[in-house]
């Protein structure tokens, strides 16, 4: 359903970011365990922010999905009206 108003109301898809964050810090662990044992302290330590840098991400993506269907709504759950900007209950 288009309502014009997609990027307010656009819904993330979590549980792909959360896969993919889960495959990139394989590959960072991995990549700093290998510049360790080869010697390269340098880019073991790129990897290893980059290793922390996912995990920071991947403590806000659960976050959002434990926050319930607001941040990751299923099928069954139609689009929300973008509000018009004024506070509620005025």
Same mark, same amino acid.
């Given at each position: 359903?288009?309502?014009?108003?997609?990027?307010?109301?656009?819904?993330?898809? @979590?549980?792909?970011?959360?896969? @993919?964050?889960?495959?990139?810090?394989?590959?960072?662990?991995?990549?700093?365990?290998?510049?360790?044992? +080869?010697?390269?302290?340098?880019? +073991?330590?790129?990897?290893? @922010?980059?290793?922390?840098?996912?995990?920071?991400? @991947?403590?806000?993506?659960?976050?959002?999905?434990?926050?319930?269907?607001?941040?990751?709504?299923?099928?069954?759950?139609?689009?929300?009206?973008?509000?018009?900007?004024?506070?509620?209950?005025?």
């Amino acid at each position: 359903m288009r309502t014009g108003s997609e990027p307010r109301t656009a819904r993330s898809p @979590l549980r792909t970011r959360f896969w @993919l964050s889960v495959w990139g810090l394989i590959w960072a662990g991995a990549g700093t365990a290998a510049f360790a044992l +080869a010697g390269r302290p340098g880019w +073991a330590a790129a990897c290893g @922010l980059l290793c922390v840098v996912i995990l920071v991400d @991947l403590g806000f993506i659960v976050r959002h999905i434990r926050q319930g269907p607001h941040y990751q709504p299923g099928r069954d759950i139609p689009p929300y009206e973008p509000g018009d900007g004024s506070p509620r209950g005025r």
